[in-house]
């Protein structure tokens, strides 16, 4: 029965908090950016969340692919949020998806297709939730489940939202709460399941992001693995701005400060927190910058803009110093 498996023990991490480290990354990848295509709008130069090609006038392709371990016992709502985890690095460009192919790696021997299955079906019902089809996939045997989607969209350029295209003085939205990385970590420890964590990352950012295409916001990404603090700081170093982040006014996912409290803490936030450190200036305790720093998996949009309807948590600003982040 697949209720009777604990799908967190076969994996070392989970969701986007098993991510290789931004510094480690980041090094990785460095020079190996492609130039060969006068249509690609957006690429690997600043990290942003998918590739955009124009393919004619009015009409550019984004394409993206995500995929991780479970963070979640529950194999169909692990399949809702790896779909909507892949699908939203097309709403935080602006785009609207329209297929996504399947990526699998399972271990056979440990885990049966039944399991699987399940897995499927949550990605496949998010995809309908979503206007689009699954269309295909790939699959191979891994010592460890994996589970994602590679998605494709369209977005008119003109619309396109990315990275570096961050102002200073503008307000900053966010548009879910942060948190779900330690309740995750605390669900993988106790088995205790926070329903409003699975409720969160299982939510499509498409509202979101047509809200903020709608405000005339440009910029923009979603909040995963590198916390909040980090893709802040890649915004801010990718634009040449800097931000001011209010503590008190970033909203957290019920039982989140209370799971941090007793310690339920992922190795993958604390690796963020040590990557942004050296970026930021902050009198907040170490706590409340792992909070910050919280590996999220699905986390919601971070908009360079005000957008009816969420929460503005700082604002942008001139960079005058080493500090890319106030906090």
């Not at 939202?161 to 307000?171: E, Y």
């Not at 779900?180 to 605390?186: A, S």
């Not at 910050?292 to 998996?297: E, I, R, V, Y």
Request: proline letters at 5%; hydrophobic letters at 45%.
């Amino acid at each position: 029965m697949t209720e009777d498996i604990k799908l967190t023990s076969f994996a070392a991490g989970g969701g986007c908090a098993c991510k290789i480290p931004a510094g480690q990354l980041e090094s990785a990848v460095e020079g190996l950016i492609g130039k060969a295509d006068p249509n690609v709008l957006v690429g690997l130069d600043d990290g942003d969340d998918a590739a955009a090609v124009k393919i004619q006038d009015g009409l550019a392709v984004i394409s993206t692919a995500d995929f991780f371990t479970p963070m979640l016992n529950d194999p169909y709502d692990w399949g809702r949020v790896a779909a909507a985890n892949a699908l939203s690095d097309v709403y935080a460009m602006g785009g609207s998806p329209v297929t996504a192919i399947n990526l699998v790696g399972w271990p056979n021997e440990k885990l049966g297709l039944d399991v699987l299955r399940e897995v499927l079906r949550g990605g496949m019902d998010v995809a309908t939730e979503a206007g689009i089809s699954v269309t295909g996939g790939h699959s191979i045997t891994a010592p460890e489940p994996l589970y994602g989607m590679a998605a494709t969209g369209i977005v008119a350029p003109e619309k396109l939202m990315r990275n570096d295209a961050a102002k200073a003085g503008l307000p900053i939205t966010l548009t879910k709460p942060i948190g779900v990385g330690i309740l995750n970590n605390k669900h993988k420890a106790t088995g205790e399941v926070s329903q409003a964590a699975v409720d969160s990352m299982t939510t499509l950012n498409r509202e979101a992001a047509r809200a903020a295409v709608e405000a005339g916001v440009r910029a923009a990404t979603d909040v995963t693995g590198f916390g909040l603090l980090g893709h802040l700081y890649k915004m801010c170093r990718a634009s040449g701005i800097a931000a001011e982040l209010d503590f008190s006014a970033v909203p957290t996912i019920e039982g989140a400060k209370e799971a941090l409290t007793e310690g339920f803490i992922p190795g993958g936030s604390r690796r963020n927190l040590d990557w942004v450190r050296p970026h930021l200036d902050s009198s907040l305790s170490e706590e409340e910058l792992v909070l910050l720093a919280d590996a999220q998996t699905s986390g919601g949009l971070l908009l360079i803009g005000e957008v009816p309807g969420y929460p503005v948590i700082g604002y942008t600003t001139e960079r005058t110093g080493d500090a890319y982040i106030k906090a």
